[in-house]
């Protein structure tokens, strides 16, 4: 084991900085992320600050350890976004949907990965759905392939980008998503799975948009 670790091991001029000089550079450039020198800091400096910031915490816990204050900040965030919505205050609703995802984005990198995925897919797919409402329709296709990237077999994110489709007039693509969207739930009948046998029927985009508001209501 030692001699394949050696194999990959080598020598990094690097300097050190910040909080109790806590913090990793490339020595040349003073840069945690150099791509001239081929180094990548910012993990390793974001787990520093985290520790450092927290004094009590003397090593990481174990991964099905959550942070419950985090969570519940995240959801209370997402459900104002939502109460903001569906009283059709939208771009409130972006704010909140926005604040909601930084917080998710902070948790510990020592926790389960899919718990940060499925809470900022959640609130990236609902910001998606506000800025189609605002018809800033690129703004909800952006969110929903962040949402379809960061956890692709959740079927939502497809709708999103279908329904984001729909509202750039892209009826091709549009049915691509749908097509993809239900290879992960095909069972879906009753909500966006009624788009492939409409489709055809879209000749224009006033049918679609008709087609849509079934769909995605």
């Not at 450092?52 to 419950?68: D, E, F, I, T, W």
């Not at 605002?134 to 952006?142: S, T």
């Not at 693509?173 to 879906?188: I, R, S, W, Y």
């Not at 009624?194 to 006033?206: C, E, F, S, T, V």
């Amino acid at each position: 084991m030692q001699v394949i670790i050696e194999q990959d091991f080598s020598v990094v001029d690097l300097a050190i900085g910040g909080p109790n000089n806590s913090f990793a550079f490339c020595e040349p450039h003073k840069l945690e992320k150099c791509t001239d020198c081929d180094i990548d800091f910012v993990s390793v400096n974001r787990l520093s600050k985290i520790l450092l910031g927290s004094p009590n915490l003397r090593c990481p816990p174990p991964a099905n350890v959550v942070s419950q204050k985090l969570s519940q900040a995240i959801t209370n965030t997402k459900d104002e976004g939502n109460n903001m919505y569906k009283t059709g205050k939208h771009r409130d609703a972006i704010s909140r949907y926005t604040m909601a995802a930084s917080i998710a984005v902070q948790r510990p990198p020592w926790e389960l990965s899919q718990i940060m995925r499925e809470e900022l897919s959640t609130v990236i797919s609902n910001r998606s759905a506000a800025l189609f409402e605002l018809g800033d329709y690129i703004g909800a296709l952006v969110d929903a392939e962040t949402v379809i990237s960061i956890r692709r077999n959740w079927s939502k994110g497809h709708f999103r980008k279908a329904k984001a489709l729909v509202g750039l007039g892209q009826l091709d693509e549009a049915k691509d998503a749908v097509t993809l969207g239900l290879q992960f739930e095909p069972n879906n009948n009753v909500g966006f799975g009624l788009m492939i046998p409409w489709y055809p029927r879209a000749h224009n985009k006033h049918a679609l948009y008709l087609g849509a508001e079934r769909l995605f209501s």
